[in-house]
């Protein structure tokens, strides 16, 4: 048994002790390890008596970065199942499926930050401009 493993079998089943093992995975260059550390951490949410925003955060940072875009909107579907109400979680999943090209899913994530919060910028704006292009793209049609 490789001295990672042997930490990964002494871990608690708890989110917070995976993404720690899992960002030391990947500052010592397994990237490929730590990406299944931090998706199996999500499993653990369960375990946890007051699940946090920022564990879908972290997890959904490290595949954006490295340009795994359907990974990374696979974590924010999972963070919406468990933070429906959380703008930061909606306003991510709805920039994830615009990475996707999903943009109908976009619009319709943007639409619910504003049904929770109507005076959001940043959702008004991202919403004039995806209007903006598919009305351009069908001209071009």
Known sequence: MSLDEEIMSTLPERVEPHLFFADYLRKIGKEEMAGGIYLNALEYIINEPAPKPFYF????????????????????????????????????????????????????EYEKVLGIDPNNERAKKRLKEIREKILHEDRKL
């Open 57 to 108: 955060h972290e997890v959904y940072r490290f595949f954006e970065h490295r340009g795994l875009h359907g990974e990374a909107l696979k974590v924010m579907q999972k963070a919406v199942e468990f933070f429906p109400e959380d703008l930061n979680i909606r306003l991510l999943t709805a920039a994830a499926y615009e990475k996707v090209n999903m943009m109908q899913k976009a619009v319709e």
